[in-house]
C-alpha cells in the first residue's frame, strides 16, 4: 500500500475514532435494519403457508395468519426504523467529520512556504481539497450503506438457505465468493484507468484556473485561439482517458448481468428438484426467489462499489500527499509570541539561495537601528524584495542570522513575527470583501471609527466615499474592481490600522500619480514617528529622505550613506540612476 493511502486511511479513521459512539448506534441500527429486512421474506413464507396449506377456513387459520401479518407489520416497521436510524445518526457524524477534514486541510495548507503556492495551481488546489471532503463522504457511504449491508445480508440469506437445505445454502456460498472475487479483481484492474481519469481531469481543472485568472492576458495579447487550441489538447486527453475507464466499467457489469442469471437459474432448478422430491415446500421456492433476489440487490453494485472505493481513495490521496508534505517554514520547538518592542534589525552574514541554486543573498550584513529609515535599491533582481521575504521569514535563509532587538527571527513564532511587520507590497492583493474588511484585516480587533481614520491617514476616504456603498463596496476577487493606485492606498491603510513596530515598503507609492504619491509621503511620515521602516523602491524620489540608504546588486550591499552622500559620490551606482530619473523626477 502506496503511503498516501496509509495517510489517506489514517486520517479518514482518525475522524471514525472521533465519533465512535454514533458509528456504534450506526452499525447496530443498520443489522437491525438488514436483519429485518431478511426476516421479513420468512415471515412472510410462514403467512403464505397457513394460508395455503390450511384444508378449510377456520377463526383459528384466520387468527394464525392475522399474527402472522402483525408480526410482519412489527419486522417491516423495525426494517424502516432501523433505516431512519442510520440516516439520522449518519448526517450528524458524517457532516461534522467533513467539516473536521475540510478545516484540517484548510489550516495545513495555510501554513505551507510562499514557494509551494507558487508551485501550485489554485484552482487544482481547491480542487484537491474538495475531492479529499467529498472522498470521505463517499467511502463512509460505500461503507455504511453497501459492504457492511452487504455482508449481514449474505451472512442472514445463507442462514435461511441452509435451514431449508444445505445444498442450496452451499451453491449460493460458492458463487458469492467466485463472484465478488472476480469483480474485485475486475475492479483492481481498472483502478489505473480511474487515477489515469483523476489526473486528467486536475490538469484539465489547473488549465481553465490558469486561463480564467489571466483573461486580460488572454484578451490583450489575442491569445484566445491559441489557448483555446491548447486546451482542447488537455480535454481530448481527458475524453479518451475517461472514455477507457467508463468501456471497461460496461464490460465488468455486463458479466455481472450474465453471471446472476446463471446463479437464478441453476438455484431454482435445485429447488425444484427439491420441491418434486418432496424435500422443500411450494411456499420455500417464493422464499428462495425472495432471498436470491435481496442477494442479487446487494452484490450488482460490488464491482462498481470497489471502483468508486478505489477512485475516492485516489481522489483523496492528492490532497493526502500535500498532507504529508513537510512544511517548508515551521515554528522551531519552543518558539513563543514575543513582542518587537524597540524594532531594531540586524541582519548577521546571512546567505540564501531559491531551491539551492545560484545565491540570491549572499554574505549580507547590516543594521538598522530602532525607529530608523533605511532604503533599499538596486537593479532588479539583486536581492531588495528577497530580503524583506527573509526579514518576514517567508523563506529560510541558508546561513547566517537575523536579530529583532537582538533576538533570533527563529525564536518568534511565525505568527507573532508578522503580526509585528506590516507590509505594502508592489501589487497589493485584497479579498474578495468590502473595503472595510480588507482594510481591517490589518488589525481585526478595530472600529469601524478606526478603520475610517486610517483610511483617512492613507487618503482613500475620499475615493472610498464616491463607491455606492462606500466602506460596503465588495472589492472584486484580488481586488479587481479598484485601480492599482486606489489597491495600494488600501493597503497602506492597512498597514498604517496594524501599528506594527516595523513598517516594510516594496514599492508601495509604484502605481500612485505625483499627486497622490505627496499625499502618501506625507501621512508615511507621520506613520513613521517611532517605527523602523524599510523603503523598496526605483523611483529615487521616494526614498530621499531615508535615514539611510542600501544598495544592492547581487545580493550584496555594495553602497551605503545619506541620499546626499551618495548623490555626490563620485562614480557611485545610486548617482547614476538618480542622474537617469533626472534628479528624481520622472
Same mark, same amino acid.
Given at each position: 500500500?502506496? *503511503?498516501?493511502?496509509?495517510?489517506?486511511? @489514517?486520517? +479518514?479513521?482518525?475522524?471514525?475514532?472521533? /465519533?465512535? &459512539?454514533?458509528?456504534?448506534? #450506526?452499525?447496530?441500527?443498520t443489522?437491525?435494519?438488514?436483519?429485518?429486512?431478511?426476516?421479513?421474506?420468512?415471515?412472510?413464507?410462514?403467512?403464505?403457508?397457513?394460508?395455503?396449506?390450511?384444508?378449510?377456513?377456520?377463526?383459528?387459520?384466520?387468527?394464525?395468519?392475522?399474527?402472522?401479518?402483525?408480526l410482519?407489520?412489527g419486522?417491516?416497521?423495525?426494517?424502516?426504523?432501523?433505516?431512519?436510524?442510520?440516516?439520522?445518526?449518519n448526517?450528524?457524524?458524517?457532516?461534522?467529520?467533513?467539516?473536521?477534514?475540510?478545516?484540517?486541510?484548510?489550516?495545513?495548507?495555510?501554513k505551507?512556504?510562499?514557494?509551494?503556492?507558487?508551485?501550485?495551481?489554485?484552482?487544482?488546489?481547491? *480542487?484537491?481539497?474538495?475531492r479529499?471532503? @467529498?472522498? +470521505?463522504?463517499?467511502v463512509?457511504?460505500? /461503507?455504511? &450503506?453497501?459492504?457492511?449491508? #452487504?455482508?449481514?445480508?449474505?451472512?442472514?440469506?445463507?442462514?435461511?438457505?441452509?435451514?431449508?437445505?444445505?445444498?442450496?445454502?452451499?451453491?449460493?456460498?460458492?458463487?458469492v465468493?467466485?463472484?465478488?472475487?472476480?469483480?474485485?479483481?475486475?475492479a483492481l484492474?481498472?483502478?489505473?484507468?480511474?487515477?489515469?481519469?483523476?489526473?486528467?481531469?486536475?490538469?484539465?481543472?489547473?488549465?481553465?484556473?490558469?486561463?480564467?485568472?489571466?483573461?486580460?492576458?488572454?484578451?490583450?495579447?489575442?491569445?484566445?485561439?491559441?489557448?483555446?487550441?491548447?486546451?482542447?489538447?488537455i480535454?481530448?486527453?481527458?475524453m479518451?482517458?475517461?472514455?477507457?475507464?467508463?468501456?471497461?466499467g460496461?464490460?465488468?457489469?455486463?458479466?455481472?448481468?450474465?453471471?446472476?442469471?446463471?446463479?437464478e437459474l441453476?438455484v431454482?432448478?435445485?429447488?425444484?428438484? #427439491?420441491?418434486?422430491?418432496?424435500?422443500?415446500?411450494?411456499?420455500?421456492?417464493?422464499?428462495?426467489q425472495?432471498?436470491?433476489?435481496?442477494i442479487?440487490?446487494?452484490?450488482w453494485?460490488?464491482?462498481?462499489?470497489?471502483?468508486?472505493?478505489?477512485?475516492?481513495?485516489?481522489?483523496?490521496?492528492?490532497?493526502a500527499?500535500?498532507?504529508?508534505?513537510?512544511?517548508?517554514?515551521?515554528?522551531?520547538?519552543?518558539?513563543?509570541?514575543?513582542?518587537?518592542?524597540?524594532?531594531?534589525?540586524?541582519?548577521d552574514?546571512?546567505?540564501?539561495?531559491?531551491?539551492?541554486?545560484?545565491?540570491?543573498?549572499?554574505?549580507l550584513?547590516?543594521?538598522?537601528?530602532?525607529?530608523?529609515?533605511?532604503?533599499?535599491?538596486?537593479?532588479?533582481?539583486?536581492?531588495?524584495?528577497?530580503?524583506?521575504?527573509?526579514?518576514?521569514r517567508?523563506?529560510?535563509?541558508?546561513?547566517?542570522?537575523?536579530?529583532l532587538?537582538?533576538?533570533?527571527?527563529?525564536?518568534?513564532?511565525?505568527?507573532?513575527?508578522?503580526?509585528?511587520?506590516?507590509?505594502?507590497?508592489?501589487d497589493?492583493?485584497?479579498?474578495?470583501?468590502?473595503?472595510?474588511?480588507?482594510?481591517?484585516?490589518?488589525?481585526?480587533?478595530?472600529?469601524?471609527?478606526?478603520?475610517?481614520?486610517?483610511?483617512?491617514?492613507?487618503?482613500?476616504?475620499?475615493?472610498?466615499?464616491?463607491?455606492?456603498?462606500?466602506?460596503?463596496t465588495?472589492?472584486?476577487?484580488?481586488?479587481?474592481?479598484?485601480?492599482?493606485?486606489?489597491?495600494?492606498r488600501?493597503?497602506?491603510?492597512?498597514?498604517?490600522?496594524?501599528?506594527?513596530?516595523?513598517?516594510?515598503?516594496?514599492?508601495?507609492?509604484?502605481?500612485?500619480?505625483?499627486?497622490?504619491?505627496?499625499?502618501?509621503?506625507r501621512?508615511?511620515?507621520?506613520?513613521?514617528?517611532?517605527?523602523?521602516?524599510?523603503?523598496?523602491?526605483?523611483?529615487?524620489?521616494?526614498?530621499?529622505?531615508?535615514?539611510k540608504?542600501?544598495?544592492?546588486?547581487?545580493?550584496?550591499?555594495?553602497?551605503?550613506?545619506?541620499?546626499?552622500?551618495?548623490?555626490?559620490?563620485?562614480?557611485?551606482?545610486?548617482?547614476?540612476?538618480?542622474?537617469?530619473?533626472?534628479?528624481?523626477?520622472?
Amino acid at each position: 500500500m502506496n *503511503k498516501p493511502r496509509k495517510e489517506t486511511i @489514517r486520517l +479518514f479513521f482518525a475522524q471514525v475514532k472521533k /465519533f465512535k &459512539w454514533a458509528v456504534v448506534v #450506526l452499525l447496530m441500527a443498520t443489522v437491525a435494519h438488514v436483519f429485518a429486512q431478511i426476516y421479513a421474506h420468512v415471515v412472510f413464507r410462514d403467512f403464505l403457508d397457513v394460508i395455503i396449506s390450511a384444508p378449510d377456513v377456520n377463526q383459528a387459520i384466520y387468527s394464525s395468519a392475522l399474527g402472522l401479518l402483525l408480526l410482519y407489520a412489527g419486522v417491516v416497521l423495525v426494517e424502516i426504523l432501523g433505516d431512519k436510524v442510520v440516516h439520522v445518526v449518519n448526517i450528524y457524524f458524517q457532516t461534522r467529520a467533513m467539516g473536521n477534514l475540510a478545516t484540517d486541510a484548510f489550516n495545513y495548507i495555510h501554513k505551507h512556504s510562499f514557494e509551494f503556492f507558487n508551485n501550485t495551481f489554485i484552482g487544482s488546489l481547491v *480542487k484537491k481539497v474538495n475531492r479529499y471532503v @467529498r472522498a +470521505f463522504e463517499r467511502v463512509a457511504d460505500i /461503507f455504511t &450503506w453497501n459492504f457492511f449491508r #452487504l455482508f449481514l445480508t449474505i451472512v442472514f440469506v445463507l442462514i435461511w438457505l441452509f435451514l431449508i437445505q444445505a445444498v442450496l445454502g452451499w451453491v449460493v456460498v460458492v458463487w458469492v465468493v467466485v463472484f465478488l472475487s472476480v469483480n474485485y479483481w475486475f475492479a483492481l484492474k481498472k483502478v489505473k484507468f480511474d487515477l489515469a481519469k483523476a489526473a486528467a481531469d486536475s490538469v484539465v481543472s489547473g488549465a481553465l484556473a490558469d486561463t480564467f485568472t489571466n483573461n486580460a492576458n488572454v484578451k490583450l495579447f489575442a491569445g484566445l485561439r491559441y489557448e483555446y487550441n491548447q486546451f482542447m489538447v488537455i480535454v481530448d486527453d481527458w475524453m479518451k482517458k475517461t472514455r477507457k475507464a467508463w468501456t471497461f466499467g460496461f464490460y465488468i457489469e455486463l458479466w455481472q448481468g450474465v453471471f446472476m442469471t446463471i446463479l437464478e437459474l441453476v438455484v431454482l432448478y435445485i429447488a425444484l428438484n #427439491l420441491w418434486f422430491s418432496g424435500s422443500v415446500a411450494a411456499v420455500d421456492l417464493v422464499l428462495i426467489q425472495g432471498l436470491l433476489l435481496q442477494i442479487f440487490f446487494r452484490t450488482w453494485d460490488f464491482g462498481r462499489l470497489v471502483r468508486d472505493l478505489y477512485e475516492s481513495f485516489s481522489d483523496a490521496e492528492e490532497m493526502a500527499e500535500i498532507l504529508l508534505q513537510k512544511h517548508d517554514i515551521e515554528d522551531k520547538k519552543g518558539a513563543r509570541d514575543l513582542p518587537i518592542k524597540r524594532g531594531g534589525v540586524h541582519f548577521d552574514s546571512v546567505f540564501f539561495s531559491y531551491n539551492k541554486g545560484e545565491k540570491v543573498i549572499e554574505n549580507l550584513s547590516f543594521e538598522v537601528k530602532p525607529a530608523q529609515k533605511v532604503a533599499l535599491i538596486g537593479p532588479s533582481g539583486g536581492g531588495k524584495s528577497t530580503v524583506v521575504k527573509l526579514l518576514l521569514r517567508l523563506y529560510n535563509i541558508n546561513k547566517g542570522k537575523i536579530l529583532l532587538d537582538g533576538v533570533s527571527i527563529d525564536d518568534f513564532t511565525q505568527d507573532s513575527l508578522r503580526a509585528q511587520v506590516a507590509l505594502v507590497p508592489q501589487d497589493p492583493i485584497m479579498f474578495h470583501r468590502t473595503i472595510m474588511e480588507n482594510i481591517r484585516y490589518g488589525r481585526r480587533s478595530a472600529t469601524d471609527e478606526e478603520v475610517m481614520a486610517a483610511a483617512k491617514m492613507a487618503y482613500c476616504h475620499e475615493f472610498i466615499m464616491r463607491f455606492k456603498d462606500g466602506y460596503n463596496t465588495f472589492v472584486g476577487e484580488r481586488g479587481v474592481k479598484l485601480s492599482g493606485g486606489q489597491r495600494q492606498r488600501v493597503a497602506i491603510a492597512r498597514a498604517i490600522l496594524s501599528n506594527a513596530r516595523i513598517l516594510v515598503l516594496d514599492e508601495a507609492t509604484s502605481s500612485l500619480d505625483s499627486e497622490s504619491e505627496v499625499l502618501i509621503q506625507r501621512a508615511l511620515e507621520n506613520l513613521w514617528k517611532n517605527k523602523t521602516a524599510f523603503i523598496i523602491a526605483h523611483r529615487l524620489s521616494t526614498v530621499m529622505k531615508a535615514d539611510k540608504i542600501f544598495v544592492i546588486e547581487e545580493g550584496r550591499i555594495v553602497e551605503t550613506g545619506t541620499h546626499a552622500d551618495l548623490v555626490n559620490k563620485k562614480g557611485s551606482m545610486y548617482g547614476k540612476m538618480w542622474d537617469l530619473q533626472v534628479g528624481g523626477y520622472n
